[in-house]
């Protein structure tokens, strides 16, 4: 068996299909960044720990989390709450946990937009870190997501787990990925400044994980990006495959990279607030 940790902010829709999914465990936390919704209110009437704590960033909330509430079990999985587990991934988390030589393995996600699976242009299998040994890995902060630190050999699992990264409608989803995008406005800024590309991991990467890393800071440094995004996600992945649902998911994720875009010139050229000292002592003597 192992816990499964649930992160949450204002997620009253899916807060009960998440957790109805993930009982398949008997060690669930919900870790809350204190909703002002009725996510506590919903998640409160299953057998679950709540736990609150301000939420400052998402390698941040999660180590914290990793630090702070300790599970039942040896290993754990993280939920997000627009996600769900299934009996046949569980399933093979409950094998996975008893081999000595992982302390952490990738599930890849199936994003679900408009009702339908994004299958071509979200570069399915896209992996993410969802299960391993507590004390072993942990998280820092990268753009508007995180990337995880693992102390010791990982793996890949087989079993995928639907993702339903629209389930609150497109205003909550726009609203979101305008937060999200100053903080990758500020990872590009940075990654242009002090990163560079892993041509090696780019083209002969081990795993997915490396590879998309690498095409990632490569896209930073090419021009038009949104239109490139665009073209590269619709006809080179084949969204133009996922119908109506692949075109939408595309015209959306191109308009997310123009918005970082935009962002970054703003970061650059628009004006800091400062305190002219001459004006001041000016002030001052008369």
């Not at 409160?44 to 599970?71: C, D, K």
């Not at 393995?105 to 299960?131: C, D, G, K």
């Not at 239109?227 to 109506?244: K, S, V």
Request: charged share 25%; proline share 3%.
């Amino acid at each position: 068996m192992f816990s499964i940790y649930i992160l949450t902010y204002n997620e009253e829709l899916d807060i009960s299909a998440c957790i109805e999914s993930a009982m398949l465990s008997d060690d669930i936390i919900v870790v809350d960044s204190y909703s002002s919704d009725r996510t506590v209110e919903f998640a409160s009437r299953y057998p679950v720990r709540i736990v609150q704590h301000a939420f400052e960033s998402h390698g941040r909330q999660r180590t914290w989390m990793l630090e702070n509430i300790h599970p039942k079990y040896e290993w754990v999985y993280i939920l997000e709450a627009d996600e769900r587990m299934t009996p046949e991934l569980f399933a093979e988390c409950e094998q996975a946990i008893h081999n000595p030589n992982y302390i952490g393995y990738y599930v890849a996600e199936r994003v679900m937009f408009m009702n339908t699976w994004i299958r071509h242009s979200t570069q399915y299998p896209r992996y993410q870190l969802r299960l391993f040994r507590h004390g072993k890995v942990w998280f820092v902060d990268y753009g508007h997501t995180e990337r995880e630190v693992c102390e010791g050999a990982t793996s890949f699992l087989k079993e995928t787990y639907p993702h339903y990264t629209c389930s609150k409608g497109l205003n909550r989803w726009i609203e979101k990925h305008n937060r999200y995008s100053s903080d990758e406005a500020r990872e590009t800024l940075h990654q242009l400044k002090n990163g560079n590309v892993n041509w090696w991991h780019l083209f002969f990467g081990s795993s997915e994980v490396e590879r998309r890393r690498a095409l990632k800071d490569l896209s930073l440094r090419l021009p038009a990006r949104p239109l490139l995004r665009f073209l590269y996600m619709y006809f080179i992945l084949g969204g133009c495959l996922d119908g109506h649902a692949g075109l939408a998911w595309c015209t959306l994720q191109a308009f997310y990279e123009y918005l970082i875009l935009l962002k970054v010139w703003e970061m650059k050229h628009m004006p800091t607030p400062s305190l002219d000292t001459k004006v001041v002592e000016s002030v001052i003597i008369h």
